[in-house]
Each structure stands twice: as structure tokens, then as C-alpha cells.
T-cell receptor, first 113, second 115 residues
Framework: EAGVAQSPRYKIIEKRQSVAFWCNPI?????LYWYQQILGQGPKLLIQ????????DSQLPKDRFSAERLKGVDSTLKIQPAKLEDSAVYLC???????????FGEGSRLTVL | AQSVTQLGSHVSVSEGALVLLRCNYS??????LFWYVQYPNQGLQLLLK??????LVKGINGFEAEFKKSETSFHLTKPSAHMSDAAEYFC?????????????FGKGITLSVRP
């Protein structure tokens, strides 16, 4: 069974530029999560989707971050404009059902200069 | 609100020694508790979880954890460390309310294993 796929694995941008990350969850998984992991900290939930609807985006900085999950499958996380403090690993996770085990992708590492 | 405290950022043990990684949680409702492991440049992998029932939970790679409600703790142990256990370990708590299944992580502990 293929795992959660993320791309790109690494991205370096200048501040005020934009960036987008893509996530393909495990086939059939209804719930999808985006987490931000800053160096030295645990992952922090940015947004949770159930199918293509948003369940929780309370910690998503909506002035610069946006996310969508079209057709309840793939998801894209966008940052525009990026700030230095956005440097982090962005982890995507999916679960088969609500309260199910989370399966994580390898993450997308963002460096903002 | 829910939170996780993992005291210390780094633990070093000798190969063959006991591994003990501490985790304390705070939750306003009965919690689900998890331990995840993260190897360099990889995603998080579930080691074990406590939902309900037996308070001693066994996971992969010889790890286990015990849920102690009175101490609000969920410490991770392994009787004998192996070099391959060197990684970062995260404790997490989830309190399911309605449609929200948010997982809150601690800041993680790096485990080093000395030959």
C-alpha cells in the first residue's frame, strides 16, 4: 500500500515570495491533516479536512496560509507571502476515518531566507 | 484544552540499557494518548497508543507505555536499548470533541544510544 506522498521535499525561497506544497493521501483515507513542525518543536496542526470540507483551521494563519482539498483526495497548502518564521517542515497526514490512526508523509522542508 | 509536556530535550543511554522517556498530559476529557517516532528526514511513525481498556500498552520495536490517570502520565519504556532506537520521540494527546480529532504533540525528545 502506498504511503502519504508529499512534494516538494525541499524548498528554499526569499521572504515575501510564495510557495505551495502538495499532498496525496493514502487511497481511501477520508481525513487529511496539515501540520507545521518548527525545528525543536512538536508538530502543530494547521488544518484538518474531512473529505473536502474543513473541520478545524483554528491555527491556520489565514492572512498568508491557505489550503484546499479538491474532490476529497489531493490537497495543496499555500503560503503567500512567506515570512522568515515560516521556515519549518510541513507534514501531511491522513487517516481512514475519524479517530483513526494517522499516517504521515515524509514532509516538505521550507527554508525562508 | 489539551497539552503535552515532555521534560528535557535529549536523553542518552548505553546500548542494552533501559530507555525511559517521560510524558505528562493535560486534558479536560478522557484522553487518547500516543507515542510517535521520527527518524531523520522521515515522517512520524506510530509506536503505540492508548484509547481505553488496559493501561499497559505494547507497541512496535519492544516499546511499551503505561497510562496512569492519577499522575496524568504516559511514559515510554524499553527494557534494552538498541542502536537503531536513536531517533526523536513525540508524545501526543487527542481529545475527541464532536468532529474535531486534533492531535496535540509535545516538543519531542531526542534519544541517543551509545555503543
Amino acid at each position: 500500500e502506498a504511503g502519504v506522498a508529499q512534494s516538494p521535499r525541499y524548498k528554499i525561497i526569499e521572504k515575501r515570495q510564495s510557495v505551495a506544497f502538495w499532498c496525496n493521501p493514502i487511497s481511501g483515507h477520508a481525513t487529511l491533516y496539515w501540520y507545521q513542525q518548527i525545528l525543536g518543536q512538536g508538530p502543530k496542526l494547521l488544518i484538518q479536512f474531512q473529505n473536502n470540507g474543513v473541520v478545524d483551521d483554528s491555527q491556520l494563519p489565514k492572512d498568508r496560509f491557505s489550503a484546499e482539498r479538491l474532490k476529497g483526495v489531493d490537497s495543496t497548502l499555500k503560503i503567500q507571502p512567506a515570512k522568515l518564521e515560516d521556515s519549518a517542515v510541513y507534514l501531511c497526514a491522513s487517516s481512514l476515518r475519524f479517530r483513526g490512526e494517522l499516517f504521515f508523509g515524509e514532509g516538505s522542508r521550507l527554508t525562508v531566507l | 484544552a489539551q497539552s503535552v509536556t515532555q521534560l528535557g530535550s535529549h536523553v542518552s543511554v548505553s546500548e542494552g540499557a533501559l530507555v525511559l522517556l517521560r510524558c505528562n498530559y493535560s486534558s479536560s476529557v478522557p484522553p487518547y494518548l500516543f507515542w510517535y517516532v521520527q527518524y531523520p528526514n522521515q515522517g512520524l511513525q506510530l509506536l503505540l497508543k492508548y484509547t481505553t481498556g488496559a493501561t499497559l500498552v505494547k507497541g512496535i520495536n519492544g516499546f511499551e507505555a503505561e497510562f496512569k490517570k492519577s499522575e496524568t502520565s504516559f511514559h515510554l519504556t524499553k527494557p534494552s536499548a538498541h542502536m537503531s532506537d536513536a531517533a526523536e520521540y513525540f508524545c501526543a494527546v487527542s481529545s475527541y470533541t464532536g468532529a474535531n480529532s486534533k492531535l496535540t504533540f509535545g516538543k519531542g525528545i531526542t534519544l541517543s544510544v551509545r555503543p
